[in-house]
């Protein structure tokens, strides 16, 4: 997957985006008529792409994230609390071999995100207990053998109200429309794009202050990939790049503030927001989820 050494005619627009001819700008640089574009998005973006064995090992920590997701699936009710969650996805990642990446991470205190109803992303497990009715987000990554798998689902418990189920089914469609414009040749503004033009026809809104992010070798790597955008604007995508899809969209308007605690991100006007998160793969043709569900 990894792309070495793609030919570039002398004539082409060079692939380092300035916009010249390849034989005005790069061409000569290393002296081949060849160029590696691996070279190119890590030192113009600081993307690093993934080769198949690489991707064997993210693959593999995404089995394990969505496994994690079914356990808490099978698990989640009313009247648990989010720490019950927080230790239910430790134990199973430990037992497995695994770490959970949010754990420590910038001072993160818990092994899982747990955002209940209002909470957009970050919400750290704790006593606050689950009601019948709520909307859950539970965001899981794993670190095996060295690969970072990022995914996150957010469920409806018990008997739901119409605006749960909107802003649930919404969020849903707008990562499988997101997922959806992953294809070398497209860019990361047509992500945004699709995500934005659904979830805003819908009368919602989209969360600007968090996005998705190259992932792999480590939890937040290059690219941002925001769920807000213009086609055709930004990064062109190109094979082995892994990067996350994550859109949060809220019931009412966009605009967040952060809690106390310095983590847990809520709606200002307290709207309902929900998430849902997968780790894709550009492949030649067009894109592979590494953490696979159905949308
Ligand atoms: N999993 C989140 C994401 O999708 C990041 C959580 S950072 C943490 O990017 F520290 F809160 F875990
Ligand atoms: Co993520
Ligand atoms: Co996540």
Known sequence: MKTKSVKVGRNDPCPCG????YKKCCLGKNGKETIDLEDVYAEKYGIRLKNLQDIEGIRRAGRLVLDTLDLVETKIKPGMTTDEINTLVHEFTIKKGATPAPLNYRGFPKSVCVSVNEVVCHGIPGGRKLNDGDIVNVDITS????????ANKTF????????????????????????SMVKPGNTIGDIGWAIQDFAEGKGCSVVREFVGHGVGF?????????????KGQGIQLIPGMVFTVEPMINLGNK?????????????KDGSLSAQFEQTVLVT????????????
Do not use: M
Not at 157 to 176: F, H, M, Q, W, Y
């Open 156 to 179: 409806l418990l018990g008997t739901s109200g119409p605006e749960a189920r909107k802003i649930v089914n919404v969020t849903k469609e707008c990562l499988k429309r997101g997922i």
């Open 284 to 295: 030649n043709n067009g894109y592979e989820s590494l953490t696979p569900y159905d949308l």
């Open 218 to 230: 480590e939890f937040h790597e290059s690219p941002q990939v925001p769920h807000f955008g213009q």
């Open 143 to 150: 670190i095996l053998n060295g690969y970072f798998a990022d």
């Open 255 to 267: 605009e967040l503030r952060i809690l106390e605690d310095n983590w847990t991100a809520v709606t």
């Open 18 to 21: 300035s916009g010249l001819k």
